[in-house]
């Protein structure tokens, strides 16, 4: 009897597509701090920051936390379609650039955008594959606390963004995901985040982004 050679069979060949993770959420949701540690964990995802035209704050770091310009150039990155997406918040505009979104899916890199509710809604239209993951405090009064906290905004203002925070909350129906983000257990959120994006390049079918224009 001739005996059957076993040939070692090729590797699944699987797509791969690079993530474009949302992080959106209230103020006061803590999103900068879970970025800042998901960066110092060594994360490998391509951070995007957002222009803003809002006075920089105390501790704040150009082109770090945000991209601070003027209105005058944000107008122009407007006109010139330089921007995936853009909102007025509370008086100041917001928006992402495109650019280095576009040359990090080119190269293959997953991405995470961290944006405001009104920012999520419009990628959601136009990038409806990107994974959306909606970060909120345990509670109505842990958020009251944190945006005490801050000394950033006047009453008037900071009773503004409560009672949005209040209204965001009903949009949860726009988002994959949602993590809780409670006081001191940031290492935690951490891990959820990275074990979502596990999740998602375990799937089946990969969400497959196409760039507008």
């Not at 959120?189 to 994006?197: E, G, L, N, R």
């Amino acid at each position: 009897m001739k005996k059957m050679s076993h040939k070692s069979q090729p590797p699944f060949n699987l797509p791969t597509m690079p993530l474009l993770i949302v992080l959106s959420g209230p103020s006061g949701a803590g999103k900068d701090a879970v970025l800042t540690r998901m960066k110092k964990s060594g994360c490998p995802l391509e951070y995007i920051t957002t222009m803003t035209t809002r006075p920089q704050r105390a501790g704040e770091r150009d082109n770090v936390d945000y991209h601070f310009i003027s209105e005058e150039r944000f107008q122009e990155m407007l006109k010139n379609k330089e921007l995936l997406e853009w909102a007025n918040v509370y008086g100041n505009w917001y928006g992402v650039p495109n650019q280095p979104v576009k040359e990090a899916l080119d190269k293959g890199q997953d991405i995470i955008i961290k944006v405001d509710i009104q920012g999520a809604t419009t990628i959601k239209k136009i990038l409806p594959q990107a994974v959306f993951i909606f970060l909120i405090p345990p509670s109505t009064e842990e958020l009251v606390v944190r945006l005490k906290q801050r000394q950033t905004e006047s009453p008037f203002d900071l009773a503004l963004r409560i009672k949005t925070a209040e209204e965001e909350i009903n949009q949860l129906s726009l988002f994959d995901y949602i993590v809780v983000n409670k006081q001191d257990e940031i290492d935690t959120v951490v891990s959820k985040i990275k074990a979502i994006i596990t999740a998602e390049k375990c799937r089946i079918t990969p969400r497959e982004i196409t760039l507008p224009g």
